[in-house]
């Protein structure tokens, strides 16, 4: 079955810096890879998906970028903010039925 | 517009006692998922509803759990004689149908057994 490996597992960086997080999938045919974001308290919100056919998708401060070939996929946050800060997960739609998650990246945007 | 809903939002119970957990998904959609997130970890998958049928319940952790949904609609997770290692937040999500679909989650419900 799919595994999904995220990291870092923790985040730090300075308000208006870039965050980077990576994640890796070990099954090929796996083809859609959302990012959810999920604060205290609060069920995980889809922030940006990308489907296999594509290699970058951009919404404002927010881009994920899938690299097939390697099998591993990125989600970059621009121009951080204090609202940033959360826990983030990635995961991997497995064999078109069931998300396979990451075990999530807890970001503090420090100000 | 409603989004997925689930109750309780907290249920503290003693072990060994029975419960049943309640999602209500998006109006519509045709698929419901639920998952289990344990402290600080992440997502695990127990069992997806495509209409009334569940063709996979590999998921589910022991036959202590169980789960149903009724008129393609609400779910219901059931967990029998509960034990403590079950203590953490159940979320549901819905999509409008199975397959490569965004899945919308619910705020989950977060189980505490004594």
């Known amino acids: 079955g799919e595994n999904v490996e995220q990291h870092p597992s923790t985040l730090s960086v300075q308000e208006g810096d870039s965050a980077v997080i990576k994640c890796t999938y070990s099954d090929s045919a796996s083809n859609y890879f959302p990012w959810y974001k999920q604060e205290l308290g609060k069920g995980p919100q889809l922030i940006i998906d990308i489907r296999s056919n594509v290699g970058e998708k951009k919404d404002q401060r927010i881009a994920v970028t899938l690299n097939k070939t390697a099998k591993h996929f990125s989600l970059h946050i621009t121009e951080t903010q204090p609202e940033d800060s959360a826990v983030y997960f990635c995961?991997?739609?497995?064999?078109?039925?069931?998300?396979?998650f990451g075990q999530g990246t807890r970001l503090t945007i420090n100000p | 517009g409603a989004g997925v809903s689930q109750s309780p939002s907290n249920k503290v119970t003693e072990k060994g006692k029975d419960v049943e957990l309640r999602c209500d998904p998006i109006?519509?959609?045709?698929?419901l998922y639920w998952y289990r997130q344990s402290l600080g970890q992440g997502l695990e998958f127990l069992i997806y509803f495509q209409g009334n049928s569940a063709p996979d319940k590999s998921g589910l952790p022991s036959d202590r759990f169980s789960a149903e949904r009724t008129g393609g609609s609400v779910s219901t997770l059931t967990i029998q004689r509960t034990q403590q290692e079950d203590s953490a937040v159940y979320l549901c999500?819905?999509?409008?149908?199975?397959?490569?679909?965004?899945?919308?989650f619910g705020p989950g419900t977060r189980l505490l057994v004594l």
């Open positions: 999500a819905s999509s409008g149908y199975v397959g490569v679909e965004t899945q919308y």
């Open positions: 995961a991997a739609f497995q064999g078109a039925q069931k998300l396979v």
């Open positions: 109006s519509g959609h045709t698929a």
